[in-house]
């Protein structure tokens, strides 16, 4: 079974400051989705990359798939405090009809 | 707002309880999925449907839970005889028939075995 782990865990920094969330796998995505997920609510989707070596951006958000395909990054610019929340990575298995694997998560705390 | 809802939001039980939870997905969306997510984890799978077909399930579906989807549109998760072990966010999402599977999440019923 695929094991995803993300890093770190928990991340408190203050408003304006930059971070980068990491997502490594044991073998190689079919392809990576990331999620948002606030406190008493479902993950929204943010991005799905599918090519080795992508970038998309979204807004502040800019999201990077390995060559290998085996790691994915988040990198927020000038976090708000907007952006706290859950940040979930997650694998769609291609051939057990697109079921999720989640990580953990990182748990982010933007302070004003 | 056409998103994934979740009927009820919250549920309160006492152990030994039966519980039953509705998701309508995103209209046309054939695929529909079920993940259980306790605190401070990722969503863990339990199971999916393609139209009506259950299709997968997880070995963490024990035989307490039952999925249904009939006609192919909501779906409903009923869990028999709830344990405490049992109190977790039950999360369904939908997904459109395309190559990259993107799912679409409702807000969740949260689940608490007295």
């Known amino acids: 079974t695929q094991l995803l782990e993300q890093s770190p865990q928990f991340l408190s920094i203050q408003e304006g400051e930059n971070l980068t969330v990491y997502c490594n796998s044991s073998?190689?995505?079919?392809?990576l989705q990331w999620y948002r997920q606030e406190p008493g609510e479902g993950p929204v989707l943010l991005v799905t990359v599918v090519t080795g070596g992508e970038v998309k951006k979204l807004k502040r958000l800019t999201f990077q798939f390995g060559d290998a395909r085996k790691d994915s990054s988040l990198h927020i610019t000038a976090a708000q405090p907007g952006d706290t929340g859950l940040y979930l990575c997650a694998e769609s298995i291609y051939n057990q009809g697109g079921k999720l694997i989640f990580g953990q998560g990182t748990e982010l705390s933007v302070k004003p | 707002d056409t998103g994934v809802s979740q009927d009820p939001r919250h549920k309160i039980t006492k152990r030994g309880q039966n519980v039953t939870f509705r998701c309508d997905p995103i209209?046309?969306?054939?695929?529909l999925y079920w993940y259980r997510q306790t605190l401070g984890q990722g969503p863990e799978f339990l199971t999916y449907?393609?139209?009506?077909?259950?299709?997968?399930k997880s070995r963490l579906l024990s035989d307490r839970f039952s999925a249904e989807r009939p006609k192919g549109s909501f779906s409903t998760l009923e869990i028999q005889r709830t344990e405490q072990g049992d109190s977790a966010m039950y999360l369904c999402?939908?997904?459109?028939?395309?190559?990259?599977?993107?799912?679409?999440f409702g807000p969740g019923t949260r689940l608490t075995v007295t």
């Open positions: 073998s190689v995505f079919s392809s």
């Open positions: 449907f393609q139209n009506e077909a259950q299709l997968e």
């Open positions: 999402a939908s997904s459109p028939h395309r190559l990259t599977y993107e799912q679409y």
């Open positions: 209209s046309e969306h054939n695929r």
